[in-house]
């Protein structure tokens, strides 16, 4: 289960549009919807037996990086890799509230302005010592020191007393988390300037749901602790599995924690394998006994016998994001000049995109239009009245013709006459995304605009975000994915601290508004809706950030295996209870 945001790759992670097909299949129904919405979010319920080995397949282009600490790693695909010891401090029910049934019990006191974190007696690292308060504390050391260049280093966890202090090299203790049976206890209080509404949610990012071994990292400085043994080759988690094996960039064996609170986990083995995305041929051949299904080739695997697909739709979406400034001392600073800070523009070029076309023809309707930044599963939060960007090139062409975008020829100039290139970053997956991606080019060059591809093709994971986080200069346009927390606030995705936020734009409307969604009004639910509806219709005026798609994800599971759910009240526990049926 997804708690805070990770970068996505498109049509693998987030199944996002350009999980196409290059069969050219003519099918324009939605019957791999209608088949999806049948299917449960969870496997039948069997009695377990003990042992077996279960192969699961990690469908990606790209060798994951294996950067094994929640505070350093952004990438999905890490997160897939080390689920199976990764287990958060709160367990939650299906609607992402904090219980304490997890590792940990939570106590809010907005009175006093404190969170309380305890972590159970008996919650043990895989080496066998207890997880303390200090492994909580050192976790928030780890994300806020510069030292580590963490990207999780956000303006909501700056509401937290003292981290800013000690993120600036004004202090060497963070003052506002308090161990009061010491660092060896197990009790943590965790001090805030202001409470937020979205506390009692997981995935708030007010405050972190993880904790680092402290014994194991202590003597790595912060600046060589990415690349460490410990965080690269050995890590050590508290979940059910431990690593036995890892093929750097390809695969990782999993086998029990002895030293797991819950109880001995149910299987001897998991190996966890990079696999090409044309991942139907192993479905249909039961090579792994659970594989994501490619939404393009569902008519492929649909029919295969010996298997159970479980289905939903993920806190996810794709996104296309305009350039338009860069980060610097760690905040966003806005370029006006950027070659992209031009509303017609960006409304333009969202406007020529064919997506409701290419996902009904291509998916099924597995994928669909997204409209807004807030996804729909987020209930009342969620704005039903922005329709986003629908196919409109006459709307488009008017849009260019009215801001002074000029044809001279096959392609328009600047209003300044200056010629217009615009450069397009898109990652690298399926064999599909290279002509999908060509058609999106094709579109805008309907409508007079010369689009080109960053470095000439399409960007493999790594590579791609490298560019993005690092504002590249040969990047005006980029076509990007998130996986997104389980709490709605878009704060840390999107204001002026955020280093997530990649297009790097900040205006006093967007500050303001995420301030007011989040503040102490926001407890007022109503007040908070209003004002995430007010953001969304913001948002999609000014398109900085276009939403594109989302889709069903469905997985094949062997139906030999019970316990395999993808509801959110069992994701903290699911690798203890997932092993085969008697």
């Known amino acids: 289960m997804k708690k805070t945001q990770l970068l996505g790759s498109i049509g693998l992670v987030t199944g996002a549009v350009l999980t196409l097909a ?249 190996t966890i394998s990079v696999v090409n995305p044309k991942a139907s041929q192993a479905i249909k051949s039961h090579k792994f006994d659970i594989a994501d299904v490619v939404n393009s080739q569902w008519d492929q695997v649909k029919n295969t016998k010996g298997v159970n697909f479980v289905a939903k739709v993920p806190l996810a979406y794709g996104y296309m994001g305009f350039k338009v400034g860069k980060w610097k001392d760690g905040r966003n600073v806005m370029d006006p000049k950027a070659k992209m800070n031009n509303k017609s523009l960006r409304q333009a070029m969202a406007y020529a995109m064919n997506i409701d076309a290419v996902t009904k023809r291509y998916t099924h309707g597995l994928s669909f239009r997204v409209p807004t930044l807030i996804p729909e599963q987020f209930g009342d939060y969620f704005n039903k009245n922005v329709k986003g960007y629908s196919y409109n090139l006459k709307k488009a062409n008017q849009l260019l013709d009215k801001a002074g975008y000029k044809k001279k020829g096959t392609y328009r100039v600047q209003p300044n006459g200056k010629p217009l290139t615009i450069n397009l970053a898109a ?94 009004k926001a407890f007022n639910h109503k007040y908070r809706v209003d004002k995430f509806h007010e953001w969304q219709k913001y948002m999609n005026d000014e398109a900085y950030v276009v939403p594109t798609t989302n889709s069903y994800a469905i997985t094949a599971v062997n139906s030999k295996i019970t316990g395999y759910s993808l509801k959110p009240s069992d994701g903290n526990s699911l690798w203890y209870k997932v092993g085969y049926a008697k």
Request: aromatic share 10%.
């Open 427 to 520: 990652m690298a997956g399926n064999s599909t995304l290279e002509p999908i991606t060509r058609n999106y080019i094709q579109q805008w060059k309907k409508i007079g605009l010369n689009v080109k591809l960053t470095t000439g093709r399409l960007i493999e994971f790594n590579s791609f975000y490298d560019k993005i986080q690092n504002d590249a200069k040969d990047v005006d346009v980029f076509m990007a994915a998130w996986s997104l927390s389980s709490e709605p606030s878009p704060n840390d995705l999107y204001n002026e601290k955020a280093p997530f936020n990649f297009t790097r734009f900040v205006t006093k409307k967007n500050t303001q508004l995420l301030a007011e969604m989040d503040s102490q």
């Open 22 to 270: 290059a069969c050219g299949q003519k099918s324009n129904d939605n019957a791999g919807a209608n088949d999806a919405k049948k299917f449960p979010q969870q496997t039948p319920k069997k009695a377990v037996k003990k042992g077996g080995t279960l192969s699961y397949a990690l469908e990606t282009d790209t060798p994951f990086t294996g950067i094994f600490n929640n505070e350093l790693a952004t990438s999905a695909i890490d997160s897939t890799v080390a689920q199976f010891g990764n287990e958060s401090l709160f367990d939650t029910d299906d609607s992402y509230k904090i219980n304490n049934k997890g590792p940990a019990t939570f106590k809010l006191d907005r009175k006093a302005k404190t969170v309380t974190i305890e972590v159970k007696k008996g919650v043990k690292w895989s080496d066998g010592k207890q997880v303390t308060a200090k492994d909580v504390e050192y976790e928030y050391e780890i994300m806020a020191n510069k030292g580590s260049k963490s990207q999780r280093y956000t303006a909501s966890l700056q509401d937290i007393v003292g981290l800013t202090d000690y993120h600036d090299g004004k202090s060497k203790t963070i003052s506002g988390i308090e161990m009061p049976d010491g660092e060896n206890g197990r009790k943590v209080v965790i001090h805030f300037k202001e409470m937020k509404p979205g506390m009692l949610q997981s995935g708030n990012g007010y405050f972190l749901e993880s904790a680092s071994p402290y014994h194991q990292l202590k003597n790595i400085p912060f600046d060589k602790l990415q690349s460490s043994d410990a965080v690269r080759k050995n890590p050590i988690f508290f979940g059910p599995y431990k690593i036995s094996k890892i093929v750097r960039g390809q695969s990782v064996t999993w086998v029990p924690n002895k030293y797991y609170w819950r109880g001995t986990p149910k299987l001897d083995k998991i």
